[in-house]
């Protein structure tokens, strides 16, 4: 752990299994309440200094972490493929992503920020200033333990923020390290700190502490809705990105070959445990038959394996058995229900392992039709005209991502509008970027994170109104 700028570890300590086979790669100190609280002291002591700190001189720190996660991306790609259960290309290129973040905010920390209003009286003169909030407690999750840190911390950083952090105790190991490239790259000590424990106890520890202003968070809605609760009690601002239900809706006049290939992506990266992947298929019955087809014989040909395998394989683990249980869960409810299963029943190396599944004529009462899925498992459902195909893709409570496949430019559009989605990609299966504003709808969560949208979140505007 990383409490104002020394590293530490405690008697208790937690180890961390490869998913592939349970085996532990590590162990992690586990800390509590009185390490958080620690935390949040020497963040707020170092508040003033850093948030004094020129933008130029923060930037160049966030420009020097970026170099150093680049410089280790192969390491840590492997060491997030380990811990995570990822494809080693996945990791990898997650570490890239991270690096990404940190250098388009550490750009954007120089951007101007405020404005100068047109007045109204000649002995008047009016603007604002756009200052950092305090100090942000950072909740991150294990599907992406170091792109989601880094996307929280650059923008806090950048806007000159303290930050305590503390990530899942299932993947912590990469994450460990993103936080000590900043911490190597020159951070003063308190403006970053890092606590390994009970996600409950840590969370609650932090949002109790006087000087903890914004409250960053990816989670599940749940979890999401029982830490804005507890904000409310110190009116401390929630940044919230949360489950999502997302539809993939397929038009007659859509490209299938992109459409499959898309779906493959949207779905299955990070072996479906990603809070934006397609769980719905919505496909017109024009080309139902067609897309079904192909898209089932790819999930069939799959290959399902440690993720650092060579070659490597096409699919690899969930992150526990329970996570395999939770999947296999909704299979059967939905086969109960009537649903028919569209892949076969492939092998699996482990109990760690979920079957890649496709299924069609599922009910829209069951849980594959309106929860989160977060495996390697969707539901094809088919549409006549536009209006079911927008009814359906927004009858959930959930509202992260949606994926339209179509080439009419005008229905494009128009989906883009109408959909109840923060995120939107029309045939672009993978839309994270770091320069674009990144936040859901609904249930899904509150706030933006990336572009400049994401800087904002950790920023107070100060109006000043001056007489002459």
């Known amino acids: 752990m990383l409490v104002n700028?020394?590293?530490?570890?405690?008697?208790?300590?937690?180890?961390?299994?490869?998913?592939?086979?349970?085996?532990?790669?590590?162990?992690?100190?586990?800390?509590?309440?009185?390490?958080?609280?620690?935390?949040?002291?020497?963040?707020?002591?170092?508040?003033?200094?850093?948030?004094?700190?020129?933008?130029?001189?923060?930037?160049?720190?966030?420009?020097?972490?970026?170099?150093?996660?680049?410089?280790?991306?192969?390491?840590?790609?492997?060491?997030?493929?380990?811990?995570?259960?990822?494809?080693?290309?996945?990791?990898?290129?997650?570490?890239?992503?991270?690096?990404?973040?940190?250098?388009?905010?550490?750009?954007?920390?120089?951007?101007?920020?405020?404005?100068?209003?047109?007045?109204?009286?000649?002995?008047?003169?009016?603007?604002?200033?756009?200052?950092?909030?305090?100090?942000?407690?950072?909740?991150?999750?294990?599907?992406?333990?170091?792109?989601?840190?880094?996307?929280?911390?650059?923008?806090?950083?950048?806007?000159?923020?303290?930050?305590?952090?503390?990530?899942?105790?299932?993947?912590?190991?990469?994450?460990?390290?993103?936080?000590?490239?900043?911490?190597?790259?020159?951070?003063?000590?308190?403006?970053?700190?890092?606590?390994?424990?009970?996600?409950?106890?840590?969370?609650?520890?932090?949002?109790?502490?006087?000087?903890?202003?914004?409250?960053?968070?990816?989670?599940?809605?749940?979890?999401?809705?029982?830490?804005?609760?507890?904000?409310?009690?110190?009116?401390v601002r929630p940044l919230l990105e949360l489950g999502g239900n997302a539809p993939f809706v397929v038009f007659d006049d859509a490209d299938i070959d992109a459409a499959v290939e898309g779906a493959m992506l949207a779905k299955f990266r990070n072996t479906g445990q990603s809070c934006i992947a397609a769980n719905r298929f919505l496909v017109h019955t024009a080309v139902h038959q067609e897309f079904t087809t192909r898209l089932a014989a790819a999930v069939d040909a799959m290959s399902i394996g440690d993720g650092l395998a060579d070659p490597t394989p096409d699919l690899g683990p969930c992150i526990d058995r329970n996570r395999v249980t939770e999947v296999d869960e909704l299979v059967q409810e939905a086969v109960a229900a009537g649903a028919t299963k569209l892949t076969r029943d492939a092998e699996v190396p482990g109990p760690n392992f979920a079957r890649p599944t496709l299924l069609a004529d599922v009910p829209g009462h069951v849980g594959l039709a309106t929860d989160e899925v977060f495996g390697p498992v969707a539901g094809v459902f088919s549409f006549d005209t536009e209006e079911a195909a927008l009814t359906a893709a927004n009858s959930t409570e959930l509202g992260l991502a949606a994926y339209v496949y179509t080439r009419d430019q005008a229905r494009a559009w128009r989906w883009s509008e109408q959909l109840d989605n923060g995120i939107v990609g029309v045939n672009n299966p993978l839309p994270s970027v770091a320069f674009a504003p990144m936040g859901g709808t609904k249930q899904s969560g509150l706030g933006r994170e990336g572009a400049a949208a994401g800087i904002e979140e950790f920023e107070e505007t100060r109006y000043v109104a001056i007489g002459l």
């Open 5 to 235: 700028g020394e590293w530490f570890g405690t008697d208790s300590v937690r180890d961390v299994l490869n998913p592939v086979d349970d085996t532990v790669i590590d162990t992690v100190a586990y800390g509590g309440s009185k390490e958080a609280v620690a935390a949040g002291d020497a963040a707020a002591d170092a508040f003033p200094r850093w948030a004094a700190t020129p933008p130029r001189q923060r930037a160049d720190i966030l420009l020097r972490a970026a170099d150093l996660l680049r410089d280790r991306s192969a390491e840590l790609g492997t060491l997030l493929a380990r811990e995570a259960g990822k494809r080693l290309p996945e990791g990898i290129g997650e570490i890239a992503f991270s690096a990404e973040y940190l250098r388009w905010f550490a750009e954007e920390t120089r951007r101007p920020s405020g404005a100068v209003y047109t007045h109204e009286s000649s002995d008047r003169r009016h603007l604002s200033l756009r200052r950092p909030a305090g100090v942000v407690a950072s909740l991150t999750p294990w599907n992406f333990p170091c792109s989601i840190q880094a996307r929280k911390l650059a923008p806090a950083l950048a806007a000159g923020c303290t930050v305590v952090a503390r990530v899942s105790e299932k993947a912590p190991l990469a994450a460990t390290e993103l936080v000590r490239c900043l911490h190597d790259a020159g951070l003063p000590p308190g403006v970053l700190n890092l606590v390994h424990g009970p996600a409950a106890e840590i969370t609650d520890a932090y949002l109790d502490h006087p000087a903890v202003r914004v409250v960053s968070f990816t989670g599940s809605t749940d979890v999401g809705r029982r830490i804005m609760t507890a904000a409310a009690d110190r009116i």
